[in-house]
Nanobody
């Protein structure tokens, strides 16, 4: 079983910055892709950014140039640096990790509990 612990959400004014972090622990043989999704009220969950084990990144168009995803493989931790925040970035942000389970070597996906990001105008 894998647990994801997220931190870093909060309330910030438009134009401000926040940094989210998410650490995975448990029955992990290897962590593959790590990423962040978000879900705003009344909207579907969307992928914000992802980073592969080799460091390749991808972003949703609305955050390109403002958000940066990174990871520390030694700590099984993924970060999301969010700059120039806008009110439309307000959402619950969920960490997502694809990993190979050390118990049976099956590929699985785990989700964090979510952290609220609120950007005031």
């Amino acid at each position: 079983q894998v647990q994801l612990v997220e931190s870093g959400g909060g309330l910030v004014q438009a134009g401000g910055s926040l940094r989210l972090s998410c650490t995975a622990s448990g029955s992990i043989f290897r962590v593959n892709t790590m990423g962040w999704h978000r879900q705003a009220p009344g909207k579907e969950r969307e992928l914000v950014a992802g980073v592969t084990s080799s460091g390749s990144t991808n972003y949703v168009d609305s955050v390109k140039g403002r958000f940066t995803i990174s990871r520390d493989n030694a700590k099984n931790t993924v970060y999301l640096q969010m700059n120039s925040l806008k009110p439309e970035d307000t959402a619950v942000y969920y960490c997502n990790v694809e990993y190979r389970d050390s118990r049976d070597y099956f590929a699985r996906r785990a989700w964090g509990q979510g952290t609220q990001v609120t950007v005031s105008s």
